[in-house]
T-cell receptor, first 118, second 111 residues
């Protein structure tokens, strides 16, 4: 149980285009989903926290107009990198927490999406 | 603010050697502590966790004990295998926001 999927796993795009990454909780309902970015040889940096049906909360320094997050249901959140540039190339990872009352302090991670912007 | 400090890697060991990866934390309150493992090309997987002082988390031969007095959660394994080669992340959760991660420690186990 507690499986989180991401799609696509890998994407290459041209500079200036937009890319959408999906994060799904496959066998549970997630109260909250998190989006992280991982730079090479660095730790995960939290980008934003998203709750179903409400606006995402972005971390300081993360451009909300560039990284659009939509959390339309309890099983799906999307991250859209708008007008991507080479410096946006990174490994993007989502995670999801179970509903309140069931191990809310344990997050389940997706396998990540490798974005390369040419 | 909350923070996690891990020993820098990479850590290179021979198969069957003893492993210790140090992790210390700073947090207000009483956080839950976690170790995550990231195998090459994969996402993070929860390895073990401990939710209160003196708890010991264990899984797949790995273990870590929540030491409140030293604010530490060191990861240990008695005999590593080549398949344990991965990046290990220590993390904490206080309930206020998402997990706070350390910078990760790469482990390379040689045959």
């Amino acid at each position: 149980g507690a499986v989180v999927s991401q799609h696509p796993s890998r994407v290459i795009c041209k500079s200036g285009t937009s890319v959408k990454i999906e994060c799904r909780s496959l066998d549970f309902q997630a109260t909250t989903m998190f989006w992280y970015r991982q730079f090479p040889k660095k730790s995960l940096m939290l980008m934003a926290t998203s709750n179903e049906g409400s606006k995402a909360t972005y971390e300081q320094g993360v451009e909300k107009d560039k990284f659009l997050i939509n959390h339309a249901s309890l099983t799906l959140s999307t991250l859209t990198v708008t007008s991507a540039h080479p410096e946006d190339s990174s490994f993007y990872i989502c995670s999801a927490t179970l509903l309140a009352g069931v191990s809310t302090d344990t997050q389940y991670f997706g396998p990540g999406t490798r974005l390369t912007v040419l | 603010g909350d923070s996690v400090t891990q020993m820098e890697g990479p850590v290179t060991l021979s198969e069957e050697a003893f492993l210790t990866i140090n992790c210390t934390y700073t947090a207000t309150g009483y956080p839950s502590l976690f170790w995550y493992v990231q195998y090459p090309g994969e996402g993070l997987q929860l390895l073990l966790k401990a939710t209160k002082a003196d708890d010991k988390g264990s899984n797949k031969g790995f273990e870590a004990t929540y030491r409140k007095e030293t604010t530490s959660f060191h990861l240990e394994k008695g005999s590593v295998q080549v398949s344990d080669s991965a990046v290990y992340f220590c993390a904490l959760y206080t309930g206020r926001r998402a997990l706070t991660f350390g910078s990760g420690t790469r482990l390379q186990v040689q045959p």
